[in-house]
């Protein structure tokens, strides 16, 4: 009995101990483990991470031409406080009046697998012709990378919406990818 007793304020003092969050964990670099300063080896359709552009998102559907993602190209999206963006259909997960997001448009010229990966876990919709499109796979980044979530969807050609929705900050990490 009293070494049950031993054994639980043992775990009880060492749930006390101070530890990083995740979030910092990433921030320092060291997520998963990783020594910090030490960086993912990225695939190559996530090459352009590392040199992302800024972009600021649009508003409205009807101005998401002016907020065009580039197949590939990594941005830093600049979004938007969540009472000034009207989507253009209601997100499953529209954040808080304290979150952020936006809407983004890019063109698919050839059918195929497409990522989007994100520098946090906001939530994304992708929407064609007024339709949601749905994804066929979710995963997390790299090891040792800031990528944290990545959205894999089947896409025909076309112009699609990407709603970014719920994102705790007013800037996110973001790219579309075609896969291999």
């Excluded at 190559?44 to 580039?70: I, M, T, V, Y």
């Excluded at 709603?163 to 007013?170: E, H, K, S, Y």
Aim: net charge neutral; proline share 8%.
């Amino acid at each position: 009995m009293r070494r049950c007793f031993v054994l639980a304020a043992a775990g009880l003092a060492a749930l006390a101990l101070p530890a990083p969050s995740m979030a910092e964990s990433i921030m320092e670099g060291h997520a998963h483990g990783c020594p910090a300063g030490t960086a993912a080896a990225l695939p190559p359709e996530l090459a352009s991470w590392a040199d992302r552009q800024p972009l600021k998102a649009a508003g409205a559907a009807g101005k998401a031409d002016a907020a065009a993602l580039e197949i590939g190209k990594a941005v830093d999206a600049a979004l938007l406080p969540t009472p000034d963006v009207k989507y253009a259909i209601r997100p499953e997960k529209p954040g808080g009046s304290v979150s952020f997001g936006g809407l983004f448009a890019f063109t698919v010229a050839e059918a195929g697998t497409f990522r989007v990966a994100l520098g946090s876990g906001a939530w994304i919709d992708l929407v064609k012709d007024g339709v949601v499109i749905d994804s066929v796979a979710h995963g997390h980044g790299p090891e040792c990378s800031d990528v944290r979530k990545m959205v894999d969807f089947p896409l025909a050609p076309g112009r699609y919406i990407l709603q970014i929705a719920a994102n705790g900050q007013a800037q996110l990490p973001l790219l579309v990818t075609r896969l291999p």
